[in-house]
T-cell receptor, first 113, second 105 residues
Framework: DTGVSQNPRHKITKRGQNVTFRCDPI?????LYWYRQTLGQGPEFLTY????????KSRLLSDRFSAERPKGSFSTLEIQRTEQGDSAMYLC???????????FGSGTRLTVV | GEDVEQSLFLSVREGDSSVINCTYT??????LYWYKQEPGAGLQLLTY?????DMKQDQRLTVLLNKKDKHLSLRIADTQTGDSAIYFC?????FGAGTRLAVHP
């Protein structure tokens, strides 16, 4: 297993466009998390899944954001009608259920122009 | 809401001990974590402590937990230049803003 994989590594998009990111977790991990990190800040929690069930969403997650994990394996994060304020590093992490900490991917850097 | 607070910057001399402090508001986290982020790299789990423990030692790292004061600290003994990074304190879902550790000769 090569760890948590995120694609693409970088995405530049025009304001108003939709973007979709993909995360492939470590195969035996049943929990998958999405975070957003901006310069000089810690990761901000967005949402997490246990298997295919989305268990919690941050109030930061506006209705322009949606995440799925259809078969309990990979996950996608879609941002509709992107805004300049969406520019950030989007991080995916996975873990075994509870208490083992996260393994993070390298992130997808989004730039909205 | 839940919050994790850390001092933003710490500078130490090589060979000295570093102590990075964190306070948190959510007492429901079963575990508390320290992550390390080196320049241009992803976050890496450094160590963690179960919430009913008050100390955990792992080689040069010592984690102290004061549940009454909701205070967590990470001590790095014999700090090296390779320890220069940003260190994040975290509960189950919430991360602090990170402490940048600078190690100088």
């Amino acid at each position: 297993d090569t760890g948590v994989s995120q694609n693409p590594r970088h995405k530049i998009t025009k304001r108003g466009q939709n973007v979709t990111f993909r995360c492939d977790p470590i195969s035996e991990h049943n929990r998958l998390y999405w975070y957003r990190q901006t310069l000089g800040q810690g990761p901000e929690f967005l949402t997490y899944f246990q298997n295919e069930a989305q268990l919690e969403k941050s109030r930061l997650l506006s209705d322009r954001f949606s995440a799925e994990r259809p078969k309990g394996s990979f996950s996608t994060l879609e941002i509709q009608r992107t805004e300049q304020g969406d520019s950030a590093m989007y991080l995916c992490a996975s873990s075994l259920k509870g208490g083992y900490g996260y393994t993070f991917g390298s992130g997808t850097r989004l730039t909205v122009v | 809401g839940e919050d994790v607070e850390q001092s933003l910057f710490l500078s130490v001399r090589e060979g000295d001990s570093s102590v990075i402090n964190c306070t948190y508001t959510d007492s429901s986290s079963t575990y508390l974590y320290w992550y390390k982020q080196e320049p241009g790299a992803g976050l890496q789990l450094l160590t963690y402590i179960f919430s009913n423990m008050d100390m955990k030692q792992d080689q040069r790292l010592t984690v102290l937990l004061n549940k009454k004061d909701k205070h967590l600290s990470l001590r790095i003994a014999d700090t090296q230049t390779g320890d220069s990074a940003i260190y994040f304190c975290a509960g189950e879902l919430i991360f602090g803003a990170g402490t940048r550790l600078a190690v100088h000769p």
